[in-house]
């Protein structure tokens, strides 16, 4: 039975390392996937209402894509375009209904803004733009909203757990949507510190990026193309390595350690 293992601290700085190897085996495919990926991204923004629904609904089934993309370039062959539609071809039904659970997510996110918030964030908007604003008001609304902001934080973060590892998990093993969830939810919360190495890590790195683009910004740019496949990578290298895939680079095969 497939289970999550708890691997070090320092393992969460590598998932970034091992995530820029596997962009720097492949960079034009990277750069094509991308492209179409973000050229989806800017066709849902165009469509109100229904853009943001198509976009986490197919979500899942363009990154379990990407990770097939990962895995052709661990077995010497390169990232192409067409990886990034693959989970059209291999499970689509389950990856759909992950999909499906990330829309869910974001309804209840919003419905607690709206019953939890409501007045209140309007209210609270009002002041912040108002400059002559009572600061006492301000402060009591923020203490108010303070309870709702942590509970919405918490939501995010479990909804990022469960979702984190599961189009890997679906795309490559046999497992159901609803398992594949809470595997991914274990294997995340069991390896809390390396997470927080990976954050660490992926913020400074950011956060140079950031620096960078705002000094030359072209060079920004170019550094900022080459973070977004990094992420993506990265998780794939922590899938790997939480999981314990194993590649048989004899015969090409993916075998798992339990």
């Known amino acids: 039975m497939i289970q999550p293992r708890r691997v070090s601290f320092s393992r969460g ?3 970034i390392s091992e995530g820029f190897q596997l962009v720097f085996q492949s960079p034009f495919g990277w750069m094509k996937a ?8 800017v066709l849902c923004g ?14 899942p089934i363009f990154f379990a894509g990407l990770m097939t993309g990962c895995r052709a370039i661990e077995t010497g062959r390169s990232m192409q375009a067409r990886h990034l539609f693959a989970g059209f ?7 759909i209904t992950l999909g499906g659970v990330n829309v869910l997510g974001e309804f209840l996110l919003s419905l607690l803004l709206l019953i939890w918030g409501g007045q209140r964030m309007t209210e609270l908007q009002n002041l912040s733009m108002d400059g002559t604003g009572n600061l006492e008001q301000l402060q009591g609304l923020v203490m108010d909203l303070t309870p709702m902001f ?15 590892f599961a189009p890997a998990l679906l795309i490559f093993t046999p497992m159901t949507t609803g398992k ?8 995340c919360a069991l390896n809390t510190l390396p997470f927080l190495a990976y954050s660490l890590g992926m913020g400074a790195v950011l956060l140079v990026i950031l620096f960078t683009a705002m000094v030359v910004p072209l060079l920004g740019i170019v550094l900022f193309m ?17 999981f314990h895939d194993v590649l048989d680079l004899d015969d090409q095969r993916w075998t798992r350690v339990d």
């Open 150 to 164: 942590i509970a919405v934080l918490l939501l995010q973060v479990l909804l990022l757990m469960m979702g984190w």
């Open 180 to 187: 594949a969830l809470s595997l991914s939810g274990k294997a």
């Open 46 to 59: 165009l469509m109100l209402v229904i853009g943001p629904v198509l976009f986490s609904l197919l979500l």
């Open 89 to 95: 071809q291999n499970k689509p039904g389950r990856l």
């Open 226 to 242: 080459i973070a977004i496949p990094t992420i993506i990578a990265a998780v794939y290298a922590s899938y790997r390595d939480i």
């Open 13 to 15: 700085f590598s998932w």
């Open 34 to 41: 991308i492209s179409l990926w973000f050229a989806f991204t």
